[in-house]
């Protein structure tokens, strides 16, 4: 396989082009310029491809082993994560006062990606942990905070999320867990979770597990969950660990994919009952639950950019070595190379405009999370930021993900057979990578969110002022002087026509619910084809600046021209599912699935 090697001169062309770093730090009272987060991603990178990278293969090979009720990570992952934690990565994003370094959410998403593309089942842990951190930092208690979060923040203990049982996957309704309040305020936590992501595991020596469960007299549904801690070990008040908690590993599950993380059977209490400790208020588990939800599902959309990344730089350079057949039309003067063959680049060029596209979104959500917490701006610009940021977080998460599946793919394709043989290094990426539209929320879910709570919601209010802000930016661009802008201004505001065009019809059609959301994961895709387009203009408007030079116009353009012609371009085609296809999905009769 090939060393994976960090993307510094995409992320140096966006914060110092495209979105202004410098300028955003000093908004959002940061302490920080973009050479000084240039600077912490450099070492970002050279720790990704030196010490996370080089485990990634053994990972896959090996696996993580379960062995009475404990988890043998694969070699070399504890001794990273261990030099992870002491170089003070676990630590970027949080409040200082907390033990944190405070940075801003753009660097936190540029170090992740490349935590994730060097090596997902590595990753995967120090996510889960930042879902923790966020939920007690928003519903925990003094005692809480004191007594867990330093130690979650240096990434001395991890944290976990443990919502999903047997019999109630993604329907949080179903939950059977039970938690019993005692005479000291603590709970009695009885039941069993399943595919917790690093429930068990050799890192360190807690593992402080975020629990939804019901109350004896909780109210039926979603309002009657609540958000329970539970540590493996439980914590004296000096903060040294006491006795173990009635919380075991029953076992770890086979997978296509990710074999290095440990994904695990959870019991609670059965022995005596897990100790518990409220977070927040009782019943309002699943409000807080989301907070950890919308972290992890920018996290997971990010890691559809990482494993697209990772597939799209080994695919271009086996292109680049592989010798086999003449180019059709050439002579062999250009090069012997597969990089050739029309296909083939077609193929890469696939990859990397949705690559380009998806790095610079990820990356502008990130800052709609920086402003929206930035006690320095006004609270009116802080909830419009909001507003942008939850509108496109499911967008992320979905279109990213799905976007992976076919980055990978492609990359596959590229290598041909050879990327069918395990040695080759490419099928992991591909096996990798289809966990991401299944967890923390499935495609259905994160349309659904879009149409439901985003779109319905607020009569299309958030969705009108997008479309109207990348229609503000485009229109005055539609006859230029560049063929490349020419063709993405005018595929990118036939794209926004079709999408104004789809929100009004969900608006008209949402007392007709199973109609509409039919047509959901289409109206996602849409979505997320337009803010790719939208990426793209920004970046092609940046590289046409002073101080980009000619290879990156050169490259930003033809990018943006292929996402134009391959991509833009079904927008209508979508916009017409959206509105026609329910019929054959709903009218379909259930007896006729095997004529």
């Known amino acids: 396989m090939s060393q994976y090697q960090p993307p510094q001169s995409d992320i140096c062309f966006l914060l110092k082009h495209v979105f202004n770093f410098d300028q955003h730090a000093r908004r959002c009272g940061y302490d920080l310029d973009s050479d000084t987060a240039l600077a912490i991603a450099d070492e970002a990178g050279k720790f990704a491809r030196e010490r996370i990278d080089p485990i990634n293969r053994g990972g896959d090979m090996q696996g993580a082993r379960w062995e009475n009720s404990n988890v043998v990570t694969a070699a070399g992952f504890k001794d990273t994560y261990r030099a992870f934690c002491e170089a003070g990565w676990n630590g970027l994003r949080f ?123 909780a109210p039926q549904g979603v309002k009657g969950i609540s958000l329970f801690l539970v540590p493996k070990f439980l914590v004296d008040a000096d903060g040294a660990l006491g006795p173990r908690n009635d919380v075991r590993c029953a076992s770890i599950e086979h997978k296509l994919g990710i074999h290095g993380s440990p994904t695990a059977m959870m019991l609670f209490g059965e022995k005596d009952g897990a100790v518990g400790y409220l977070v ?43 010798v086999q057949g003449k180019a059709a039309g050439e002579d062999g003067s250009l090069g012997t190379t597969i990089i050739r063959h029309p296909d083939v680049r077609r193929l890469l060029l696939s990859m990397k405009s949705r690559v380009d ?61 050879m990327g069918f043989i395990e040695e080759s290094g490419a099928a992991q990426y591909y096996r990798d990578a289809r966990i991401v539209t299944i967890y923390e929320g499935t495609t259905a879910i994160q349309a659904n969110d879009l149409v439901g709570r985003k779109t319905l919601r607020d009569r299309g209010e ?64 849409l979505w997320g084809i337009v803010c790719g387009g939208w990426m793209h203009l920004c970046r092609l408007q940046a590289a046409q600046k002073p101080g980009a030079s000619h290879a990156r116009l050169t490259a930003t353009a033809l990018s943006a021209s292929f996402f134009a012609q391959h991509v833009l371009v079904r927008a209508p085609a979508l916009a017409a ?3 026609l296809g329910a019929e054959s999905v709903l009218d379909f009769p259930d007896t006729a699935w095997l004529e």
């Open 95 to 217: 409040p200082q006062q907390c033990g944190g370094q405070g940075l801003s959410a753009v660097v936190a998403t540029v170090v992740d990606e490349m935590w994730h593309a060097a090596s997902f089942s590595f990753a995967l842990c120090p996510m889960l942990t930042t879902g923790a951190v966020e939920a007690l930092l928003t519903a925990g208690s003094d005692d809480l905070k004191a007594t867990y979060l330093a130690k979650l923040v240096s990434g001395e203990w991890t944290g976990t999320m443990n919502l999903t049982e047997p019999g109630a996957g993604s329907d949080l309704a179903a939950i059977r867990s039970k938690a019993v309040r005692q005479t000291d305020n603590t709970y009695c936590i009885t039941g069993q979770k399943i595919f917790i992501t690093y429930g068990e595991h050799d890192f360190t020596d807690n593992i402080i597990h975020l629990v939804l469960a019901r109350t004896p007299d």
């Open 280 to 322: 927040g208020a009782e019943n309002r588990g699943l409000e807080y639950m989301f907070i950890m939800m919308n972290e992890a599902r920018f996290s997971v959309g990010l890691q559809g950019l990482s494993i697209s990344a990772r597939a799209y730089q080994h695919a271009l350079e086996y292109a680049q070595e592989r």
């Open 357 to 417: 596209a998806m790095r610079a979104l990820a990356l502008y959500v990130a800052l709609q999370k920086d402003v929206a917490h930035a006690n320095e701006i006004e609270p009116e610009a802080r909830k419009q930021a909001q507003s942008r940021m939850e509108l496109l977080i499911p967008i992320l998460k979905g279109w990213f993900t799905e976007t992976a599946q076919g980055v990978t793919y492609d990359a596959l394709q590229v290598f041909g057979g």
């Open 462 to 525: 958030a969705a009108f002022a997008l479309i109207d802000h990348i229609l503000a930016a485009v229109r005055p661009l539609a006859v230029g002087d560049h063929k490349a802008l020419d063709a993405l201004s005018k595929h990118l505001i036939e794209a926004c026509v079709a999408l104004r065009g789809s929100v009004q019809w969900l608006l008209e059609k949402q007392q007709t619910p199973r109609q509409v959301y039919a047509g959901a994961v289409p109206y996602l895709e």
């Open 577 to 579: 599912t959206i509105r």
